[in-house]
């Protein structure tokens, strides 16, 4: 009998007919939650909107932990590959995906959460855009590790509660390098994974870091979790600020005279039309 059957009343009276209930052996692995089981738990949670985004928080926060924790910076690949593997499930599954989800997203400043948001906001409107299965799942790579590198960054600037000074600021912007360092060690060498971590905090009116690239300068990918990104932070509350929404955050995006020009507007209003 697999996971997830519906027991009517007949099925359950045979069950408790039987002396013992056996666990095939290639299925133990399955009742426990782990990168591995986790595309299990999401087929069967399909439906439950808050289960299935907690069981990603869980697996990324297992994901995260042992990296921020590992001397070495390892990152378990497979397990990232099969969380993003798992969202891009869900996104082709569930037409109305980001709606549904946004919801139950978690307004916490920390790197675990961010991450997995920026990779889901990443695939969804990579999947609108009608990016190929391979495309999705770099994009979401991308998004789930654009920032480990902020693991190099002390933790009194990253959660300092007033504005970053000149030099901390300096500091702040040089974790998209030591991501990058951070991947190459992990062996990711693929040029589009690494392109849009490197530039994800560019902006096409040439304002961003570290390389000031505009518009024709960005790549669909960097476009796409510049946004993301962005996006995500001006929706979850900080030290200094309370959350926006999610459309007055894309408003600001789209009208805001200082953030007008600074991304994609096709790939904004598309956004818009997701939520």
């Given at each position: 009998?697999?996971?997830?059957?519906?027991?009517?009343?007949?099925?359950?009276?045979?069950?408790?007919?039987?002396?013992?209930?056996?666990?095939?052996?290639?299925?133990?692995?399955?009742?426990?939650?782990?990168?591995?089981?986790?595309?299990?738990?999401?087929?069967?949670?399909?439906?439950?909107?808050?289960?299935?985004?907690?069981?990603?928080?869980?697996?990324?926060?297992?994901?995260?932990?042992?990296?921020?924790?590992?001397?070495?910076?390892?990152?378990?690949?497979?397990?990232?590959?099969?969380?993003?593997?798992?969202?891009?499930?869900?996104?082709?599954?569930?037409?109305?995906?980001?709606?549904?989800?946004?919801?139950?997203?978690?307004?916490?400043?920390?790197?675990?959460?961010?991450?997995?948001?920026?990779?889901?906001?990443?695939?969804?409107?990579?999947?609108?855009?009608?990016?190929?299965?391979?495309?999705?799942?770099?994009?979401?790579?991308?998004?789930?590790?654009?920032?480990?590198?902020?693991?190099?960054?002390?933790?009194?600037?990253?959660?300092?509660?007033?504005?970053?000074?000149?030099?901390?600021?300096?500091?702040?912007?040089?974790?998209?390098?030591?991501?990058?360092?951070?991947?190459?060690?992990?062996?990711?060498?693929?040029?589009?994974?690494?392109?849009?971590?490197?530039?994800?905090?560019?902006?096409?009116d040439g304002s961003g870091y570290p390389d000031n690239l505009t518009k024709e300068d960005m790549s669909d990918f960097a476009s796409i979790l510049?946004?993301?990104?962005?996006?995500?932070?001006?929706?979850?509350?900080?030290?200094?600020?309370?959350?926006?929404?999610?459309?007055?955050?894309?408003?600001?995006?789209?009208?805001?005279?200082?953030?007008?020009?600074?991304?994609?507007?096709?790939?904004?209003?598309?956004?818009?039309?997701?939520?």
């Amino acid at each position: 009998m697999k996971a997830g059957t519906l027991l009517s009343g007949i099925l359950y009276a045979k069950l408790q007919e039987q002396k013992s209930l056996y666990i095939a052996k290639k299925d133990e692995k399955k009742q426990i939650l782990s990168c591995e089981s986790l595309k299990y738990y999401i087929m069967y949670n399909r439906d439950n909107f808050s289960k299935r985004v907690q069981l990603l928080y869980d697996i990324t926060n297992q994901l995260f932990d042992i990296f921020l924790s590992n001397r070495n910076n390892k990152i378990n690949l497979s397990c990232v590959e099969l969380i993003v593997k798992s969202i891009i499930y869900l996104v082709k599954y569930d037409e109305m995906f980001l709606r549904n989800t946004m919801p139950h997203f978690k307004n916490e400043h920390m790197l675990k959460n961010h991450s997995l948001q920026v990779a889901i906001y990443a695939v969804a409107l990579g999947h609108a855009l009608k990016f190929s299965e391979e495309q999705l799942l770099k994009l979401g790579i991308a998004g789930l590790l654009h920032d480990v590198g902020l693991k190099k960054i002390d933790d009194s600037i990253i959660d300092k509660e007033s504005s970053l000074d000149e030099t901390e600021t300096a500091i702040v912007q040089k974790h998209v390098l030591y991501s990058i360092d951070i991947i190459k060690q992990n062996n990711i060498h693929d040029p589009y994974i690494l392109d849009a971590i490197m530039h994800h905090h560019e902006r096409y009116d040439g304002s961003g870091y570290p390389d000031n690239l505009t518009k024709e300068d960005m790549s669909d990918f960097a476009s796409i979790l510049a946004i993301c990104d962005v996006f995500d932070a001006m929706t979850n509350s900080r030290p200094h600020r309370k959350n926006y929404s999610s459309f007055a955050a894309l408003r600001i995006m789209i009208r805001d005279s200082e953030m007008v020009n600074r991304f994609n507007q096709k790939y904004l209003h598309i956004s818009l039309k997701l939520l």
